[in-house]
């Protein structure tokens, strides 16, 4: 007999989301159907390379706007560097991490790339790879529905 499938969760246009690694909590999210992977904004990129050949990815995320930014640089000892389609259909390279985000109190782990998002409106993009395994559909006429499912449940 076939497993059933949990119903689908609907998300808003936007999200308040966290990032549980990262101790970053209520970050603002849009959410893009438009887009594949993810993006979270972060800056300071650089990649070092240590003596004995590792090479670590350096980058701050978010910005001095957020609540819990705290200026930390955070390092990455595994990432790709991808041709990524921006919002203005250029093809960009960027840096890809693996994050765990979370909706509705449930953790994902998936993939986002790192890009200076500071003349975006949200810090963070949920692009379709999140949507399809969260199993969320898109109304965009709501917002927050995660975040407020996780206040009504604590």
Known sequence: MKKQREPKRIVG????????AFQLWGV???VDTGAYTGAIHCSNIRVETQPDGQRYLHVQLLDTSHPDFDGK???FAEFSLRDIRSSNGEMQRRYVIQA???LFGQDY???FSLSDRS???YPVLIGRVLLRQARVVVDVARLNLSY????AAG
């Open 100 to 102: 765990t985000i979370r």
């Open 73 to 75: 640089p955070m390092k």
């Open 13 to 20: 246009r936007r999200e308040l989301v966290d990032f549980p």
């Open 28 to 30: 603002e999210a849009k």
């Open 109 to 111: 782990n998936t993939e």
């Open 148 to 151: 407020k499912s996780q206040l």
């Open 119 to 121: 003349d975006m409106k």
